[in-house]
């Protein structure tokens, strides 16, 4: 099997491109390095079945030779990245979209697309099915991310009826884990470099609205049995452990004896208040659930990030 990853170089790309290997595939990973981190695939150098190409698909792009799946990855994914980038971030999910579609169709490729738990906007129901239309603001700041997202799940399931592509949809709720960006702008990244840095840990409005996280090898695990299933429609990969945002500050700072106090500050606008997958599909049809805690997630995902730290202490 061969592969195609675009964001190959971003947090999740790269675990993907980790597992597809695993399993014995060839990968061409793709990526135009404006979020993406060619360091996150620097253990792969060498490695006679894993190319990385410098590419920006949101402009046309041919790929030599037999391609058997496309895994479209690419996108500014945390709020200040598609915030700097929405321009970008709304080509990515309509334009490269298309291109990435028009791979597979070429090819004779299955297709899949990483969508996101930010097509249910700010719910008003919980946990959020994938039954449930969404409360999306479309002219909001997140609309760049959100509306290019819905749009990205209605061409691909446009390429399936139409073209008869073989694509699947994964909505992926919030992930944590090594290789997300020290201070990349959402919580867990943000708590830990502000308590290595010694600043006030900085919880938005009341820190009561609500997230699940989920580990990378849970989500890369349930991304790949959805790869390799028949469903079509879109489907929640994450971790229905809910709690408060303040709560999960609190859980980060339990890991630093001397951590700083927990501030507040302006809730930023159309910020989700809940978020919290209902995963019965998963469990059903791919056999899947996630099986990290969060206390080892975070023991690990610490761990990493004291390490990048440390490793930029030089600049600081």
Known sequence: MRAVVTGGSGFLGSHLCDRLLAEGWEVLALDNLITGDESNLAHLKGNSKFRFVHTDVNEPFRVEGKVDYVFHF?????????????????????????????????????????????????????????????????????????????????????????????????????????????????????????????????????????????????????????????????????????LTIYEFAERVCSHFPNAPDIVFEPLPVDDPKQRRPDISKAKRLLHWEPKVSLEEGLKTTIAFFKQQYEKASPAR
């Not at 299955?110 to 002219?139: H, I, M």
């Not at 992930?175 to 290595?196: I, W």
């Open 74 to 242: 690419a996108s500014p994914a945390s709020p200040p990245d598609y915030l700097k980038f929405p321009i970008e971030t709304l080509k990515v999910g309509s334009i490269a979209t298309m291109h990435t579609l028009d791979l597979a169709k070429e090819k004779g490729a299955k297709f899949l697309l990483a969508s996101t738990s930010e097509c249910y906007g700010d719910p008003d129901v919980s946990p959020q099915s994938e039954s449930y239309w969404g409360r999306v603001n479309p002219v909001g700041p997140r609309s760049v991310y959100d509306e290019a997202k819905r749009f990205a799940e209605a061409i691909t399931m446009a390429y399936h009826r139409y073209h008869n592509v073989d694509t699947h949809i994964v909505r992926i709720f919030n992930t944590y884990g090594p290789r997300m960006r020290l201070n990349d702008g959402r919580a867990l990244p943000n708590f830990v470099y502000q308590a290595l840095s010694g600043q006030q840990i900085t919880v938005y409005g009341d820190g009561k609205q609500t997230r699940s996280f989920c580990f990378v090898s849970d989500l890369i695990d349930g991304i790949y049995k959805l790869s390799q299933s028949d469903e079509h429609l879109p489907t929640n990969i994450g971790n229905p452990t809910e």
